[in-house]
């Protein structure tokens, strides 16, 4: 909104990257828009041929997913769930379709300011759904890695299978930089310490550390989210605009601007890193043989019930 003072005066959430992405006549398809009742949205993640990895498609998609509920009045609370048989298993990491935006080209000579913006593009889009000014429940299931667990960790509530595996062995959970930040160590637990250190842990385990909101038996996992959805749209929203704001303000002031930096660098240098031939690297592995074949190469003691056939 214009100010006196020459500028735009913007609150963070209208700064996101999901403004940019249209809705109206949009052909939805990597993530599928739907309005569950008058004040419930729900978008699905649907490429569960792999395992819901995110590639431009997915978060083009659901960016305008959020954009359209943000626009619509009656919409309180939107629910973020996966299709298939997990709810994400991170970033795609096979090569680029024509349709994805291309890396940037090393003819170029880009420097690591050109690789951190790239990054930030990327990878910001996680920050934008802890930003979004309206309620967001993620509904979580079989395998939630990565980036997909960044995007789960990072909405209101994580409702969860009981079953479900966050992060994986060889690969590390919350990716990096974020992980530093003290709120997604609550109270310096045990369990959230080890589920940090070796890099998986169950949905039971994330709910009774207290990294979660609620971990339910995958047969009543869908009608648990929606209670917790129902529960929100009893509430009257500019009071959960405002409880939201102040609660990342909390955030911002332990740190968790400094931990988004962080992690945007970090993953950056993680791409590029070189292992030894007996250590495990989760992105070659993953890239030449998909996750099945990366989770098949590994110990199966905690393969989740959930696992793809």
């Known amino acids: 909104m214009p100010t006196g003072f020459g500028w735009d005066f913007r609150t963070q959430y209208q700064k996101c990257q999901w403004e940019n992405h249209e809705y109206k006549g949009r052909k939805y398809k990597d993530a599928l828009y739907e309005k569950v009742s008058d004040n419930i949205a729900r978008i699905t993640l649907n490429r569960p041929e792999r395992r819901n990895a995110f590639n431009d498609g997915m978060f083009n998609d659901m960016g305008a997913g959020l954009h359209e509920a943000n626009d619509d009045p009656d919409v309180r609370v939107v629910i973020i769930r996966g299709a298939g048989t997990s709810f994400g298993s991170g970033?795609?990491?096979?090569?680029?379709?024509?349709?994805?935006?291309?890396?940037?080209?090393?003819?170029?000579?880009?420097?690591?300011?050109?690789?951190?913006?790239?990054?930030?593009?990327?990878?910001?889009?996680?920050?934008?759904?802890?930003n979004y000014p309206k309620i967001t429940i993620a509904q979580?299931?079989?395998?939630?890695?990565?980036?997909?667990?960044?995007?789960?960790?990072?909405?209101?509530?994580?409702?969860?299978?009981?079953?479900?595996?966050?992060?994986v062995r060889g690969f590390g959970r919350f990716t990096f930089g974020i992980a530093n930040w003290p709120g997604f160590w609550p109270g310096e637990s045990q369990k959230a310490w080890c589920g940090h250190l070796l890099g998986e842990i169950s949905g039971k385990e994330a709910a009774d550390g207290g990294m979660i909101t609620k971990a339910v038996p995958f047969a009543q996992l869908e009608e648990e989210t929606m209670k917790w959805a129902k529960i929100v749209c009893e509430m009257?929203?500019?009071?959960?605009?405002?409880?939201?704001?102040?609660?990342?303000?909390?955030?911002?002031?332990?740190?968790?601007?400094?931990a988004w930096r962080q992690h945007?660098?970090?993953?950056?240098m993680l791409q590029y890193v070189?292992?030894?031939?007996?250590?495990?690297?989760?992105?070659?592995v993953r890239r030449d043989v998909g996750l099945k074949g990366f989770i098949t190469s590994r110990s199966a003691a905690?393969?989740?019930?959930?696992?793809v056939k």
């Open 91 to 130: 970033h795609e990491l096979s090569s680029p379709t024509e349709e994805e935006s291309p890396p940037i080209n090393p003819k170029l000579n880009p420097t690591g300011v050109d690789y951190y913006g790239l990054e930030r593009r990327r990878c910001g889009k996680h920050e934008d759904i802890m």
């Open 140 to 167: 979580v299931h079989g395998y939630c890695i990565g980036a997909s667990e960044i995007v789960a960790q990072v909405c209101d509530f994580v409702i969860a299978a009981e079953d479900t595996q966050f992060g």
């Open 236 to 258: 009257p929203p500019q009071i959960l605009f405002f409880a939201k704001e102040w609660l990342n303000v909390i955030a911002d002031i332990s740190g968790i601007s400094t």
């Open 264 to 268: 945007y660098a970090e993953h950056l």
């Open 274 to 284: 070189h292992f030894r031939p007996e250590e495990v690297s989760m992105y070659k």
């Open 302 to 307: 905690s393969t989740p019930d959930a696992e």
